[in-house]
């Protein structure tokens, strides 16, 4: 089992639509939750962040994390194609190893 | 600022040959990480080198070395590339838990 799964998709809805992106962990020392955007042949940039469970808003994005279920979300509002890109969720171990555990990624289209 | 800079951006080998990748960043952080990204897996960490001096092997070593040259520099080496090595090569740093700057990846082709 992968420390993070992620739905890879693709997922294809139109312009204006609410997305949810979700991501479970099976890791509980998992202590920072992220989510990094990749647009084609570029590389991950991030986008937002989160320590604790609850909601953290940023404009049109919005990062959910549930450490009693162990789930991740990212929602996007008002969708546009600019958003279209891969949505990497990805998980920051401080035991041990210090090190980003990535999921496989969602590759979002929005059409126009 | 230039952040992240990986070189080169695209590559072709013939299996058993060697090449080494190299990446620079000029942000001063302190922890440099290399991932392999391919077709549904994801990122995956191959080496990573928390401080400058020290190395530590990731998920995905087999078949890779690195050199963390100085701070800012740390390279990945193939010594005899596979047709497995096939994918996009992504280097990143960081001085934090989470902010993560990757460069903009090298495309490697094994034939």
């Known amino acids: 089992q992968k420390e993070v799964e992620q739905d890879p998709g693709p997922l294809s809805v139109p312009e204006g639509a609410i997305v949810s992106l979700n991501c479970t962990y099976s890791n509980s020392a998992f202590q920072y939750f992220m989510w990094y955007r990749q647009y084609s042949r570029k590389g991950p940039e991030l986008l937002m962040y989160?320590?604790?469970?609850g909601n953290k808003e940023d404009g049109r994005f919005t990062a959910q994390v549930d450490k009693s279920s162990k789930y991740i979300s990212l929602f996007i509002r008002d969708s546009q194609p600019s958003d279209s890109a891969t949505y990497l969720c990805?998980?920051?171990?401080?035991?041990?190893?210090?090190?980003?555990?990535f999921g496989q990624g969602t590759r979002l289209t929005i059409n126009p | 600022n230039a952040g992240v800079t990986q070189t080169p951006k695209f590559q072709v080998l013939k299996t058993g040959q060697s090449m080494t990748l190299q990446c620079a960043q000029d942000m001063n952080h302190n922890s440099m990480y290399w991932y392999r990204q391919d077709p549904g897996m994801g990122l995956r960490l191959i080496y990573y080198s928390a401080s400058e001096g020290t190395t530590d092997k990731g998920e995905v070593p087999n078949g890779y070395n690195v050199s963390r040259l100085n701070k800012r520099e740390f390279s990945l080496r193939l010594e005899s590339a596979a047709p497995s090595q096939t994918s996009v090569y992504f280097c990143?740093?960081?001085?934090?838990?989470?902010?993560?700057?990757f460069g903009s990846g090298t495309r490697l082709t094994v034939v």
């Open positions: 990143a740093s960081t001085q934090t838990n989470y902010g993560y700057t």
């Open positions: 989160t320590y604790s469970s």
């Open positions: 990805a998980n920051y171990l401080i035991q041990g190893a210090q090190k980003l555990v």
